[in-house]
């Protein structure tokens, strides 16, 4: 049924009440993964450390704390969702409402075709709401009409044109009806579904029913509204949430996690929905709790649905996702990025995380691809406290060569780095960097390169061998006279195979050689008008001086080059003349040997370009 008035829940309605601006409270009190048992004790920021009484109290924590927001470049920032502590710029306001106006105007005639639209499975009230959209297709639209009206005439511009609504038609919405208007809208769209048979042009819609057995992305313009909501004042702000939340029972249960993505604010939101549908039934749209929830238990459960639909390995908008949630939540969110470190749009976020937890992630997966390697180094380089600290945690669970490796080359190349990650390391980290400290400064007993055999010092097979320069054959070119094979009965044949070409382009015995030249090749466009080919160049056609021919050719289509049009030499005609009149009109009383020769020497000695 159409909502037309939305029931509020007492269960949502006090939870919106409370004050949205504070920071959400994680419940994750250390970095913990299941299946990943590194673990870094990190102390608050500017917190002494209360293990051992040495410890140095003044110590700053060289990485991320708990508490500090997560900083990203601009390039990642920019992509990332909107929040109430990150609203980012103001929308700008739209001169003229097109989008808005225009909306679903092409779907009734699409293909030069009139669609039909058939909701007859709607309830009633949907049939008339339905019927009047289907009316104002034709008109402008404007934000008098009613909410539902508007998100039926929204759905058909998503589902039915070629251009799918983008973000400024959520913008205009906002700026001509407000934001609770545009709230509305958003709540009435989750109701109703859209399906097109293309065969007979008949646009079918009916309510939202069974939830699709793949993750469905959300629209840009379901998204946008989280934009308006981040920057709308606190008053306005209770009241969309209050409408959203209270709307909750009436939205298919598979489209509910949107109002979770839209009030990130508010986690308690996705971990209702998610311990109310965990258990009931697998849908795949629960994935997208993951962008929000914060309870250890529930971000658990709903790890089943890593595979297939994975969004922070999704090809789009997997980075956006990552970004999102590190900037909404912190540090303390790493571990559910554990076993995506891998992918390339989820880990090309964590490389620009300055704590250990993000290093250990990107280490532990260094060899899978050359990416994954690259990655890691980038961020040992940016990040080189984080990363001394995980290899001396990992170090601690398992002996790995590559690892103990990268930490002895870190202290060699920079060996202030030890004390001042050690006040923030276990105990048996900590006796990790101290062994391998011990290591460095003990006296080795080797042989000097003076007392080795020359071939040990220096192995043959390590030095590059120059490499020899290839010789160069410099030859006279033999002069050798062209012999024709092309005899009379061949020549007929060949006329006959290709005739069909030759009828396709005329010459007159009265053209030209300039113009004859000029379809030859000899014809250039400079500023609207045609330039032809300059007297030496009729000179050299007439006394047969392909050399002069063939340079002047360069030279007139220079320096961008330019085809030669052979095919026009077939179409020459065959009468015989006299050799006086052949240099007035060569083509027109040339003989069959002097058309037989243009056409071999062309084709068979001198390249086609020039």
Known sequence: MVVSAIASTPQYVEQAKDNSLQPSQTVTDSLKVADLSTIIQEQPSFVAETRAADKNTDAVLPWLAKDIAVVFPPEVVHTTLSHRRFPGVPVQQADKLTQLRRLACSVSQRDNKTATFDFSTCSLEWQNTVAQAISQID?????????????VLTALEMKCTRYKVREDVMDQIVQEGGLEYATDVIIHLQQIDIKWDYANNVIIILPSGIAPDYLEQYSRFELRLRKHLSLAEESLWQKCAQKLIAAIPHIPEWRQPLIALLLPEKP?????IAQRLLGQKKLPSLEWLKIVATDEHILASL????????IFDDYYCGAIWSATVLQEQGVAALPRFAPYAASDYCADVLRHINHPFALTLLIRVAGHTKRCHDRMTKACAAFPHA??????????????????????????????????VIPWLSTPAVAVLKSCQHQLTQPSNHASADLLPAIVVSPPWISKKKKSPIPVLDLAPLGIEPICYLTEEISNQLLAKYIWY?????????ESTTNLLAR???????????????????????NEDYSTLLSEFKVFHSPTGHYWQLGILTTLPLEAGESSKSMECPYSISTYRYRIRHVTFWTQRFTWFS
């Open 520 to 542: 030859m090749g000899f014809q250039r466009r400079i500023a609207g008008t045609y330039i032809k080919a300059p007297e030496a160049v009729v000179e050299a056609w007439l």
């Open 502 to 510: 030759s009828k396709h382009i005329t010459v007159s015995h009265e």
């Open 387 to 420: 990363a001394l600290a995980a290899l001396a945690e990992l170090l601690v669970q398992k002996e790995e060569n590559s690892w103990r490796i990268m930490l002895m080359t870190m202290f060699i190349s920079q060996p202030a780095l030890a004390e001042q």
């Open 268 to 272: 308690e939101i996705a971990h209702e």
């Open 303 to 310: 790890e089943k649905y890593h595979e297939p639909y994975a």
């Open 139 to 151: 008109g402008l639209k404007t934000t008098q009409l009613p909410s539902p009206v508007m998100a």
